[in-house]
């Protein structure tokens, strides 16, 4: 059965109070986030997957503050957290879940699918061990171009038996490329666990055969799992080859919202409770004296309002217009040569990129924008979907 | 001008972009030290050093994925993939990434990537070296899709396609590649995404050959002509993303026929598609059904006589003509 690392070396020297508490009040806001957005589905707000990253803050915030601003972060469907670490307003991702304009992705991706370029955030992806040959892709471009910036790659366990793994370490080792790779072991490959899918299970062992070097890192400790990734980061930057760091998590909750749950027991789920990557630090912050009591309940508070005010803001935030609907389909000049894209919904066929300029007059017959709107509009809150029910056990 | 084959007219258009833009690099399997598989990046390690031409090993979806990765971040990626059918072991990184990464990310990032593979019948490289796979891109939003058929589409459409900003998934034909035509020196000539060329201007059927079948369209035309007095218009769409469309519906209202010729399989088939979209927008000018003449539907066999009856010839496209005027 999976266990706990043995407790996180106690030695570890902690950062500048500023920054610990910086750490301790990212972690809050994301697990806040995220409690709220598992609300959110429960009441049909948030549509599609929704997989939450709560009891894997410390993996998110230690890794993602060892960067610098110009590195690049590349993270998978669980990413709601990694957007927020680097930077991107909780307005902007709850938006995105909610499918608004005001979305990080305009409402195009969803909770799989966050972005920002600005914040070098660059995507979460939905197919499992897709990202890992662009971050490869990214860190060569970083490379190519002579500058000394770093990619770190984040992906599951489950993702480590994915051909693009092997095809990746390799190529990135041959190559000598920038880039960090994080597996996020948190146990499961959705509901297979970790010895059930993978005949090694060590994986930080996983790239040796490619010529990547492992590290491991206690992911439920936000100062272990930064210092292990800062040493990775500097390898990469400086001697420029790769590593991987297998970040041991875990997940408190389902792999997504509509998990029952029956890979598991609920005594496992306890045992790692214990070592609640909130609790852990905020307790070590206390009984160090970086922190008070009432200080630490303030934090809480304070990533409690921020959300409530994400919520607000993506509920004011508009539906995409209809006939957006071709808007980013492609990259077009100003003189739109031939048809790019055939809109066959109506019975007239039109170019997909006159959509705008048609104003969305040939809107499908049948009502269903206006159907789907009316059904997120606010008072209707509350109706709960029967497969988002089976997680809310928890 | 200077007379060119195809292939060599692709390493015209690789050597000049390059040497244009900076951010321009090439990857693929063997196209370095050993040149290419089918030489067309011949010359090009040496010119300009590994780091812009880089041998990559046997890992398409990877090295496709890393196109896509390096083109989000600033470079203009050419991935070079041995064979069409070898595209298949990267359609995730090629429609679930390239072509979803600019729309499902709000138009944040682009991915200016280039594909470039061979595709075609006639070599006995049997059934999984031989195929036709345009539709299965062309089936796809978000990607561009070429199918040069001369030496001068190949190079001005080369060029067009590492320019443009969107992933282009860019065709070759293996017989093709042997093939000479002038084209123009002029390093700035690229052509536009979107224009059909009429290979051969007539008033009575329209022809439509995509890839290599442009040219056995031309010659089935010229028998038309000599032999049953039958003006073919024969167009090459060179582009079937963005698709010029309007060219080939004004060539069918004027001659009221058409005939769509394809090297692929017929289900679901760049043919079906364009009979499809010429009925719904001039069935009112069609004389007779939208005839299509395509590969057969089949894995394509080793045997020499079967593959060569496995993809068309002129005259099963003079057959497809003809048919359209039976009644008459």
């Known amino acids: 059965m999976a266990k706990p690392l043995a407790d996180p070396p106690a030695e570890a020297k ?13 972690m809050v806001l994301i697990r806040r986030f995220e409690e709220r957005a598992g609300e959110m589905y429960a009441k049909a707000k948030v549509g599609g997957f929704l997989h939450l990253s709560i009891g894997e803050e410390a993996t998110i915030v230690g890794s993602a503050r060892a960067l610098r601003d110009d590195d690049y972060l590349i993270s998978t469907y669980r990413s709601h957290g990694h957007a927020i670490v680097r930077g991107t307003s909780p307005d902007a991702v709850m938006a995105e879940l909610f499918g608004r304009v005001d979305g990080c992705s305009k409402g195009r991706g969803g909770s799989m699918h966050m972005f920002d370029l600005s914040r070098r955030f660059m995507g979460g992806y939905g197919i499992v061990g897709g990202n890992l040959p662009i971050a490869a892709g990214m860190a060569l471009a970083s490379d190519y171009r002579g500058l000394d910036e770093v990619t770190l790659c984040q992906f599951g366990d489950g993702a480590s038996n994915q051909g693009t793994f092997g095809e990746t370490m390799n190529l990135a080792a041959l190559w000598r490329l920038p880039v960090v790779f994080m597996v996020t072991n948190n146990q499961f490959g959705m509901g297979t666990s970790l010895e059930r899918h993978s005949a090694v299970t060590d994986l930080q062992r ?38 991987l760091v297998e970040a041991v998590t875990y997940r408190f909750r389902g792999h997504s919202m509509a998990d029952p749950e029956e890979y598991r027991t609920k005594d496992q789920v306890e045992e790692w409770r214990k070592r609640d990557p909130i609790e852990v630090f905020g307790d070590r912050l206390v009984a160090e004296g970086v922190l008070e009591e009432d200080e630490r309940l303030r934090i809480d508070a304070q990533a409690v309002q921020r959300v409530d005010a994400a919520v607000a803001f993506a509920d004011a ?22 048809w790019y894209s055939v809109d066959e919904r109506t019975p007239t ?24 709107v009316e059904q997120a509009a606010p008072e209707s809150a509350g109706d709960k979907p029967a497969d988002a029910a089976q997680d809310e056990a928890d | ?67 896509v990765g390096a083109a989000m971040t600033g470079l203009r990626p050419v991935v070079e993939l041995m064979t069409i059918n070898f595209s298949l072991l990267a359609m995730d990184q090629i429609v679930n990434h390239a072509a979803a990464i600019h729309y499902m990310f709000g138009g944040q990032v682009k991915v200016p990537l280039v594909v470039r593979m061979p595709q075609g019948a006639g070599h006995q490289l049997g059934p999984t070296h031989s195929h036709s ?49 002038d084209v123009p020196d002029d390093d700035d000539c690229t052509l536009r995404f979107g224009e059909a060329a009429i290979r051969r201007e007539g008033g009575d059927v329209t022809i439509v050959g995509i890839s290599r079948m442009a040219l056995t369209s031309q010659r089935a035309a010229t028998v038309l002509a000599e032999e049953h007095e039958i003006e073919a218009e024969v167009i090459d769409p060179r582009t079937l993303r963005p698709l010029d469309l309007d060219k080939i519906l004004a060539s069918v209202r004027k001659t009221n026929r058409c005939v769509i010729v394809e090297e692929g399989w017929p289900h679901g088939g ?27 539907d089949v894995p394509m066999p080793y045997s020499k006589p079967l593959e060569q009856i496995a993809f068309p010839h002129e005259p099963q496209v003079v057959d497809a003509v003809l048919a359209t005027f039976r009644d008459l």
């Not at chain 2, 891109?137 to 001068?152: D, E, I, M, N, S």
Request: hydrophobic share 40%; proline share 5%.
């Open chain 1, 206 to 243: 996983k790239g040796e055969g490619f010529g990547v070097p492992g590290m491991r890192c206690d992911g439920m400790d936000v100062l272990d799992t930064h210092t292990v990734t800062c040493e990775a980061l500097r390898i990469a930057r400086e001697e420029r080859r790769p590593v």
């Open chain 1, 349 to 372: 066929p039109h170019r997909g990129e006159d959509e705008r300029a048609m104003g969305g007059a040939r809107l499908p017959a049948g009502g269903a924008y206006e159907q789907a």
């Open chain 2, 270 to 296: 760049v043919g079906a598609n364009l009979a499809a979209l010429v009925q719904e927008q001039a069935f009112d000018d069609l004389d007779a059904p939208v005839m299509r003449v395509t590969g057969a």
């Open chain 1, 14 to 26: 902690l950062p500048q109070p500023d920054v610990a508490r910086e750490w301790l009040a990212t």
């Open chain 1, 317 to 338: 935030s508009e539906h995409p217009a209809p006939d957006s609907l071709y808007d980013d389909v492609y990259v077009l000049g100003e003189q739109v040569q031939g």
């Open chain 2, 133 to 181: 796979f345009e539709a299965l891109f062309l089936h796809v939003p978000g990607l561009l899709v070429a199918v040069p058929t001369t030496a001068a589409d190949a190079k001005g459409l080369l060029k067009a396609a590492i320019r443009d900003d969107n992933p282009v998934v860019f065709i070759e034909h293996e017989y093709l590649y042997g093939q000479r035509g």
């Open chain 2, 1 to 67: 001008m200077a007379v060119l084959r195809y292939r060599e007219a692709l390493n015209a258009a690789l050597r000049e972009e390059m040497a244009r833009d900076e951010n321009v690099m090439l990857m693929g399997e063997d196209i370095g030290v050993f040149n290419g598989a089918f030489k067309v990046t011949a010359g090009l390690l040496e010119e300009f050093g590994e780091k812009r031409v880089r041998d990559t090993p046997i890992s398409e979806n990877t090295i496709v994925g890393m196109g």
